[in-house]
């Protein structure tokens, strides 16, 4: 069907979608980390917290009664450095761990657009198409699910250990808070250990239902693609990359040169001859000022022979063209200065042999 969405999305739509707040994300995985991270942190402080909250508890009990409250500075201290050291603690540690699972998430976004005014969200009809659509099922269905298994979990667990809690209520009543106590930490594992399954099916989720929002029409692909081929800043970068890959591949045929005549030092004009190949000799490179030097650093690095030839350089620089064969009327010259490299060449192979 025409204008039916069946594309996946263009970098530039989804840059266009971050831009207006919308990502993929899960609120049910922060709730996961969130809790997880107190079960954690409750688990390995709990003793202490206990024990300094029982200290304080049973000195204050232990004050006559006449005592005067203000020569009792200590507990009030005591009191602050408990709320400090766990309650201060705590909320700093689970402001930074939301951070994170939201950047983790999303990566670092800044965007106001979701705080703009926009009357389309005050539309009845859109708010009746949204109680229908495919995301609110969903969440729904989320909700449900954890309603049912969360009280199943709790259920379960009361009924494999009610027995044991009743065979409790003759133990001193310290034993039973502890046993308590670890049964609750327990049936928070579960629940949490659920919940953090639960935010992981709901980011796969989350991420589906958000690649299906964005994806695009063949057209709309298509019409990308033309407004980005019309973008002068993206034509100049096409022809800047261009421009660079001629330009190394130039210099890497400057390697395989026989010559480089100069002018010597403001022209670089590099031919190569194939007598089986070539009806006449090529130019595979040429340059003015920066890019003559550099073509002749390469000549000098490779072995190529250089050439001064002021008037030969400027006539092929200003005549022929890279990749093509020079003008008949330089034939002439140019075999001269080829005869001569090839001599050149002989000598120092005779001289080596």
Do not use: C
């Amino acid at each position: 069907m025409p204008g039916e969405k069946t594309e996946k999305a263009t970098p530039k739509r989804r840059e266009e979608a971050r831009k207006k707040g919308q990502v993929a994300k899960s609120i049910e995985l922060n709730t996961a980390a969130l809790l997880f991270i107190a079960l954690i942190f409750f688990y390995f402080n709990a003793g202490n917290f206990v024990d300094t909250t029982s200290y304080s508890f049973n000195y204050f009990l232990s004050l006559p009664r006449n005592v005067d409250l203000n020569n009792v500075g200590s507990l009030y201290k005591d009191i602050i450095k408990i709320f400090f050291m766990y309650a201060g603690v705590f909320f700093i540690l689970l402001i930074i761990i939301a951070l994170l699972v939201n950047v983790v998430q999303t990566g670092i976004m800044l965007s106001f657009e979701k705080l703009s005014f926009d009357l389309e969200k005050l539309n009845p009809i859109n708010g009746i198409k949204n109680l229908f659509s495919l995301r609110a099922f969903g969440e729904l269905a989320k909700s449900i699910l954890k309603i049912i298994i969360i009280f199943s979990i709790l259920y379960f667990f009361i009924k494999t250990k009610y027995k044991s809690w009743l065979d409790l209520t003759d133990q001193p009543i310290n034993v039973f808070m502890v046993v308590l106590a670890k049964n609750m930490f327990l049936i928070a594992f579960y629940l949490v250990l659920f919940i953090i399954f639960l935010a992981i099916l709901d980011y796969i989720y989350q991420k589906f239902i958000f690649e299906r929002s964005i994806m695009m029409s063949k057209e709309e692909v298509k019409e990308e693609f033309k407004q980005m081929e019309g973008d002068p800043k993206i034509k100049a970068k096409i022809r800047k990359m261009q421009m660079e890959l001629a330009r190394r591949r130039m210099m890497e045929n400057v390697k395989t040169a026989d010559v480089v005549i100069t002018n010597p030092t403001h022209i670089a004009v590099a031919l190569k001859y194939d007598q089986s190949k070539m009806n006449a000799p090529k130019v595979v490179a040429k340059g003015l000022n920066e890019v003559a030097q550099r073509i002749k650093e390469i000549a000098l690095k490779n072995d190529v022979v250089i050439v001064e030839n002021p008037p030969i350089a400027q006539s092929l620089y200003k005549k022929a063209q890279i990749d093509k064969e020079i003008p008949v009327e330089l034939y002439e010259t140019i075999a001269k200065i080829l005869s001569y490299v090839y001599n050149l060449k002989n000598k120092k192979t005779n001289k080596l042999l």
